[in-house]
């Protein structure tokens, strides 16, 4: 019996030590995996003076939710994404529950991800206030990268250069810098911007 007891205590001691070793093997391959990230530099067309003036260059204002990758494409080596995204509050030229397709110079693929340095690609879940023109396709792009997104929190929202450091240092001439804003103020506020045009 005793003998049964120390074979039994071995194996499981065994067992311990396989899956010990199996784990530490299975993290450290997938940290190897980790996708290398290639940053590209961009020249924005036009630094937009406040919220005013990006709000009347807009062909479409809203609160949305990003719901997933479209698809992505490759051209002349640079990848470009178009995002699904659901209108949550409606602003200018949109409806609650309306279902957009939001087209970036970025994107993933099976070994890189690439991105501008100053406007980082979406991410599944993210919650923005978007300022956007239509593209030919029907899809949209956000004005002027970082100064065309407000990120949602808790019923605030923020500029991409107060509130992520990269696109601070990247963009710091950029003349948007919204900290905190009441959310439910602000739209009203953009509303009225874009009612009186």
């Not at 990848?79 to 949550?88: D, G, I, Q, R």
């Not at 609650?96 to 980082?120: A, C, F, H, R, V």
Request: one cysteine or more.
């Amino acid at each position: 019996m005793l003998k049964n007891k120390k074979i039994i205590s071995s194996i499981i001691i065994l067992l311990a030590i396989v899956l010990c070793t199996g784990s530490f093997v299975y993290f450290n391959n997938k940290k190897d995996n980790k996708k290398e990230t290639t940053y590209l530099s961009a020249s924005w067309a036009y630094n937009y003076s406040d919220i005013e003036e990006i709000s009347q260059a807009s062909d479409l204002i809203a609160l949305v939710t990003v719901k997933d990758v479209e698809n992505t494409t490759v051209e002349n080596n640079i990848p470009y994404t178009t995002f699904s995204a659901e209108v949550n509050t409606p602003v200018y030229n949109s409806n609650e529950g309306e279902k957009l397709s939001i087209y970036m110079t970025g994107g993933e693929t099976t070994d890189s991800i690439t991105e501008l340095k100053d406007d980082p690609l979406l991410q599944k879940g993210d919650e923005i206030l978007g300022f956007c023109k239509k593209n030919t396709d029907g899809t949209y792009q956000i004005i002027s990268g970082p100064q065309g997104r407000l990120v949602y929190t808790d019923g605030k929202l923020n500029s991409l250069n107060v509130i992520n450091t990269r696109v601070k240092q990247e963009n710091p001439y950029s003349n948007i810098k919204i900290q905190n804003a009441d959310a439910v103020a602000l739209i009203s506020e953009i509303k009225g911007y874009v009612n009186n045009n």
